[in-house]
């Protein structure tokens, strides 16, 4: 049975349409149990009515054209419970409901389940048969196994349909927009045309896309065809002495797979036809690679993967000759499969305004950059069927993890004016960038910056950063192939220092593991969250823990601005071992002579709910706190917020996020030591009130997010806040606290900081 679901879940995945996929299904599922009939209804969000999509048993001319309420029949009944419904004899049942002409009169035994997505209800599912019996157990199990496992194939399919579908009308309703979510990675709102960036031959990542020039599409074909097979003459003649005739005969099997009158014809005929060659190659190879697959013979299955190997160096060779010819619209969405930060470089930054990853997490080192950038960004858009979208027009909201496809002209002229409206903000924020981030009764809160790259430096200068509160040293060791070394890192530390000095300088100690590996000490757990990260990494490896802290020092050598910091202090052994390796390099360095000064200062850093309640014992050890929201909220709510299936779940104003944030903050006065937060709450206007009236010292954030926090908080008096938070603190609810919150900054003349979906702010869209 388990094969049986696999082979039909990868048979769906294959499908090109979501029409071939509802197909596959309604054929395969009947097969698999052995009923009758098979049908999926889908649900059409324009009308919520659920339409008779796809069958086997029934009336196939009835497909599109007939429809329930999604209360109304059986079928309606099962999306409604969003559980199976098992009958002997559906028409007795008073749910029943007659479709007519769809020919399901001499069928009693029903049944049906939902197919669900995100917590959304896409379709139902159905089996029928004419016998009277009840579905036994172990088929309503395959069943609802096979809905689970199609729900997001179906998703995905159902994406794909609308852009083939809705791109063809440009004027599209607004409810005719399609959206996909995924995980903000950079906030902000963009308008742009995508530009679809693959990995280097990799056959399932090309994009599909027309050509206006056959003839130089088929010569190039031509020239990297005719370039493989040269390589492969090149490596059998080089191989000739080593190798029996039988071997030899292996490249004589490469060569005429590559023959003109075989798959080299089919793919000159796509070409012909009106697609680019990498898109026509890839539609070929693959659809080989799948016919290999499938063969039962273990010799011609194996056979695949010199299939997928050809097509993979003629791709490497056309990509070649394709580099240098591209072209980019004036405002580039720049999308890819997992996007990395030398594809950013190869566009124009005047021209690059959004970015899209498939995959990847807000801790990206694409993400990381697109902030420091100020590019809205979206990552983990697992359901976006990227490489049928070069050339489109797409919307990117950064700010709630949404692309928009198909917009019609109403939406884009909505988005548009969300645009100018945040330029015009940020033009009027301006001003505010050499005065002083105090309350209006003049309570100080200075507000420092989270940098990784060199590229964040002038940003957070020109914007009136007063000091870093994380400086993020694993970004620096992402970008190499080794451990850079201890001068390596002396030199790239300096550079952060000597730009902000004097201002203070907040070094965080290597943090890796989690969603952070590098490529060169890979770290492989079942649940790396929980698992080898942070400050457990460095402490079972002192040789990379002392050079990174020897380096910082050496680097502070006159100027004195350095603070270390510790990630992911779990209990106060760990953190004593970290303070006296750091302590063993102060003393070795003085005795090498090095004019360090006194010792910086060293801070721990609170993201574990353990470091919360020990924030006192910990405060008592060390010279500051800094809380990092991100990932103590992530571990309070156990919801991993780089996951888009419960990013929903993750909430910043959470009541406990609440609760433990106070508590920091007045453990950290309770033992006279200042408190610091560096997570992405600091830079959120709203709640940077919160943390204000709580007795945090200082916010760190990103750049763009300076100039807002410190308009918020010189437009609030201190005493107003710690009511604010007096009232929220009793609070059981999330959507009570953002609601309390943004009652109070509207009140203040601050509406557009309220924290608010873009979806209310542009109306209907789906």
Sequence with gaps: ?????????????????????????????????????????????????????????????????????????????????????????????????????????????????????????????????????????????????????????????????????EYTDATASPQGSTRVTGIGGSPGVAVGQVAVVSPVADLYAVPKKQTNDRRAELRSFKQALEAVRNDVRAVAANLADQLNAEDRALFDVYLSILDDSTIGAEVAALIKAGNWAQGALSQVMIEHIRHFEQMEHSYLRERAVDVKDLGTRVLSYL?????????????????????????????????????????????????????????????????LPYTRLEGKTVIIDGYNGVVHLNPSTMLLERFEELIEQEAALSK??????????????????????????????????????????????????????????????????RQQLEAFAPKAVTMRTLDIGGDKALPYFPIEEANPFLGWRGLRVTLDHPEIFLAQVRAMMKANVGLGNLRIMLPMVSNMSELQEALDLVERCYQELLQEGHELGERPPVGVMVEVPAAVYQARALARKVDFLSVGSNDLTQYLLAVDRNNA???????????????????????????????????????????????????????????????????????????????????????DHSEQIQGALGAFLSERGMQQFVPVSLDEAVGPIS
């Design 1 to 165: 049975m388990l094969e049986m679901l696999r082979n039909i879940v990868q048979r769906v995945n294959a499908a090109e349409s979501l029409e071939e996929a509802l197909k596959i299904i309604v054929t395969r599922v009947r097969d698999a149990m052995g009923t009758q009939v098979c049908s999926v209804y889908l649900r059409d969000p324009a009308t919520n009515r659920l339409v008779f999509r796809a069958t086997e048993g029934l009336n196939k001319n009835q497909i599109g054209l007939l429809s329930l309420a999604h209360n109304e029949g059986l079928v309606g009944l099962v999306a409604t419970r969003e559980e199976p419904v098992n009958l002997d004899n559906a028409s007795e049942h008073p749910h029943f409901q007659l479709l007519s002409g769809i020919g399901e009169e001499p069928f009693h035994a029903f049944l049906g389940v939902p197919i669900i997505h995100h917590k959304i209800v896409l379709g139902v599912l159905v089996v029928q048969q004419a016998q009277r019996r009840r579905f036994d157990e172990s088929d309503e199990a395959f069943l609802v196994t096979m809905s689970a496992q199609l729900a997001g194939v179906i998703a995905h399919a159902q994406v794909t349909g609308s852009i083939q579908e």
């Design 645 to 731: 299936r419960v990013a929903d779940l993750y909430h910043a104003y959470h009541p406990a996020v609440i609760q433990a944030l106070r508590i920091v903050a007045e453990s950290g006065k309770a033992e006279g030591k200042p408190v610091s937060i560096c997570g992405e709450l600091a830079g959120d206007p709203g709640a940077s009130v919160l943390l204000a009236a709580m007795g945090y010292d200082t916010l760190s954030m990103n750049s763009i997010s300076l100039p807002k926090v410190k308009k918020a908080l010189r437009s609030v008096l201190l005493d107003d806040a710690r009511n604010l938070l007096e009232e929220v603190v009793v609070m």
């Design 319 to 383: 990509q070649v000759d394709a580099h240098d010819k591209r072209d980019y619209s004036d405002r580039v969405v720049l999308v890819g499969e997992e996007l990395t930060a030398s594809m950013l470089g190869e566009v124009p930054r005047e021209n690059l305004v959004g970015l899209i990853s498939v995959r990847g997490s807000g801790n990206s080192h694409v993400a990381i950059l697109a902030r420091a950038m100020g590019i809205p960004t979206l990552m983990g858009a697992v359901d």
């Design 428 to 493: 009027d924020l301006e001003s505010l960038r050499d005065v002083d981030c105090e309350t209006a009764d003049g309570h100080r809160i200075p507000l420092f910056v989270n940098t990784g790259l060199m590229a964040d430096v002038a940003i957070s200068l020109d914007r009136g950063a007063e000091g870093v509160g994380l400086y993020r040293t694993e970004v620096p060791f992402l970008m190499q192939e080794r451990f850079p070394s201890e001068e390596e890192q002396r030199q790239l530390y």
